[in-house]
């Protein structure tokens, strides 16, 4: 079973940036594809940006692209999504989860595991 719990989340103006951090344990860090999904209030949640097992491939939803990075650390067993020129649309809980690689990352189902979310809201 893998744990996973999200921080770096809060407040920020438009522009800013923030780093989000997923912890992981009790699992095979190294083996799992690593996902950063968010839901903002009253909608579907929505592919953020996601890594491959071994961190050569990465994938990012258009809307953020350029502004946001996804990394995996095998020391620490902690992906990072770095967010930058963070804009009002970016307001939402964010969540990370792993999975096994076998489905297309940038899908709900293809996940395992969820952390509980962290909170990122950009003000204008």
């Known amino acids: 079973q893998v744990q996973l719990v999200e921080s770096g989340g809060g407040l920020v103006q438009a522009g800013g940036s923030l780093r989000l951090s997923c912890a992981a344990s009790?699992?095979?860090?190294?083996?799992?594809?690593m996902g950063w999904f968010r839901q903002d209030s009253g909608k579907e949640r929505e592919f953020v940006a996601a890594?491959?097992?071994?961190?050569?491939?990465?994938y990012y939803t258009d809307s953020v692209k350029g502004r946001f990075t996804i990394s995996k650390d095998y020391a620490r067993t902690t992906v990072y999504l770095q967010m930058n020129r963070l804009t009002p649309e970016d307001t939402a809980v964010y969540y990370c989860?792993?999975?096994?690689?076998?489905?297309?990352?940038?899908?709900?189902?293809?996940?395992?595991?969820w952390g509980q979310g962290t909170q990122v809201t950009v003000s204008s």
């Open positions: 009790g699992g095979s860090f190294s083996s799992y594809a």
């Open positions: 989860a792993a999975g096994s690689g076998d489905y297309d990352l940038r899908y709900a189902f293809g996940y395992d595991y």
């Open positions: 890594t491959t097992w071994n961190g050569r491939e990465t």
